[in-house]
């Protein structure tokens, strides 16, 4: 069974930084594509970055790009999402998903999410 | 970015309806559209992927068309469990984007 546990959310200052990690287990983690996507309190969806199976390509969307970092550690089966300067609107439940085992753009298995706070 | 624009952005309809949910992509996007299920508090399920492509396990009641910048999700006949939001998104080119959902409701 595949499983996506994501942690590391909380409350933090703006400005601020936190790390969220996605522990991952029931397939090869190193096979497959891996994504952040994240969704705002009683909001959409919004993309946040991929990175591929040997973290060689990574994408972020605009309003992430500078301040995030994706990772992943392949022997530790986990994928990172480093957020720094973090502003209000990047409070959201944060989800680690995994790519389609055929189209590597598409979220297929999603984790339960991890709620990121950015207040004072 | 690519930007999706769903409507209606909500709805209401009753068991047994058909529905149907249009997003429109800004720019053409071929067939680079998947289709995603949420329920409140639970993550998204993907239904349709490459516009008009069922996932395994998703009931045969759902179906996707259209290329280019126009798309459809339709629901032949609303079940119970179908009441939730929907949610498009482009994959051509990154940024990914999604629409911005329709809730779908009981009416």
């Known amino acids: 069974e595949v499983q996506l546990v994501e942690s590391g959310g909380g409350l933090v200052q703006p400005g601020g930084s936190l790390r969220l990690s996605c522990a991952a287990s029931g397939f090869t983690f190193s096979s497959y594509w891996m994504h952040w996507v994240r969704q705002a309190p009683g909001k959409g969806l919004v993309w946040v970055s991929h990175?591929?199976?040997?973290?060689?390509?990574?994408s972020y969307a605009d309003s992430v790009k500078g301040r995030f970092t994706i990772s992943r550690d392949n022997a530790k089966n986990t994928l990172y999402l480093q957020m720094n300067s973090l502003r209000a609107e990047d409070t959201a439940v944060y989800y680690c998903t995994r790519a389609h085992p055929t189209l590597v753009v598409i979220s297929y298995y999603w984790g339960q999410g991890t709620l990121v706070t950015v207040s004072s | 970015a690519i930007q999706l624009t769903q409507s209606p952005s909500s709805l209401s309809a009753s068991v047994g309806d058909r529905v149907t949910i249009t997003c429109r992509a800004s720019?053409?996007?071929?067939?680079?559209l998947a289709w995603y299920q949420q329920k409140p508090g639970k993550a998204p399920n993907l239904l349709i992927y490459?516009?008009?492509n069922l996932e395994s396990g998703v009931p045969s009641r759902f179906s996707g068309s259209g290329s280019g910048t126009d798309f459809t999700l339709t629901i032949s006949s609303l079940q119970p469990e179908d009441f939730a939001t929907y949610y498009c998104q482009q994959f051509n080119s990154y940024p990914l984007t999604f629409g911005q959902g329709t809730r779908l409701e009981i009416k």
């Open positions: 720019q053409g996007i071929s067939s680079a």
């Open positions: 490459d516009a008009s």
């Open positions: 990175i591929n199976s040997d973290g060689s390509s990574i």
